[in-house]
């Protein structure tokens, strides 16, 4: 019998293996549909799943403007620019190196939260952030000397895949602003709201171009999976498990998305994977652990 910890333990890295699979559903996607249409779709189907679970599970929530306005940001940063930079990324490079560097979020964090809310890193995060740039720059220097089957534009690729996540970091700083107000489900339900709202028009121009009618069933399944599991599936799994999980845990968890993302781009996509991937993955891998091992030691110093 599992015990509430155990399972805990299984939605967060379920929640992370469907996180990582988005890359690869978003490289598949992006082949033959146009982003923006692929973005609407996603969100307004996240939206009318949400928005009922919501006034379900907590009602009609009363938001003040600063509110709203911080969750506006959050769209604009985590939703609308994440979303463009990530997929237009994976038009130019590949699901297993977009995988690799989404998973330098946590150095990008801590390097945001230095420059703008004055947070002093201390060594180990120091250590770990570089560790992260590394990884990234190991790529990079792979473009150099592979550019076989690795797209059209790796670098360009991946610069904007790296814009993407700046995104993401600031989707995570205005959420840790909103935390102590606003409920995790109330903020995915928002920045979904406002990322359809967003992508609407962008989306109408796509339309003259690509017709509905013209998606095929493979796109339409994915689509459905992007919109359901991906965005909202996975943000209940995490949200259910971090309640019963210390946070320095639910960070070595995150492990498994770069991981996630390579094997499935491997088998799915039928990728090539070279030994700078590897080396990138092993760099990324102890960043997360020195990262986590950092959140270890804070609480412990506190708990004294």
Known sequence: MLTEKQVAYIKISLSMVIVGS???????LVESLPVFLTSEIRFLLATLIL?????RREGIPSLTKQELSLLFLQAVSGVFLFSI??????KLTTAIEGGIITSTLP????????????????RLTIVSMTLAILGTLCIHMGSLFFEDNRGSDPVLGNLLILAAIIGEATFILCGKQLSKKVTPLTMSTAVSLFGAILFFPLALYDLQRVSLRAISLLDWGVLIYFGVIVTVIAFI????????VPANQVGVLTSILPISTVI????????????????AIVFVLMAIYITSKDSNSTHSDLSK
């Open 237 to 244: 799994l995490m949200y259910e498990g971090v309640e019963k």
């Open 51 to 55: 928005i009922p679970l919501l006034i």
């Open 22 to 28: 988005s890359v690869v559903a978003g490289k598949v």
């Open 107 to 122: 150095a990008i964090v801590a390097i945001l939260a230095f420059l703008f809310l004055k947070e002093t890193p201390s």
């Open 85 to 90: 930079f990530m997929l237009y990324g994976l």
């Open 264 to 279: 499935l781009s491997f088998f799915i996509l039928k990728e090539r994977l070279y030994w700078f991937h590897l080396i």
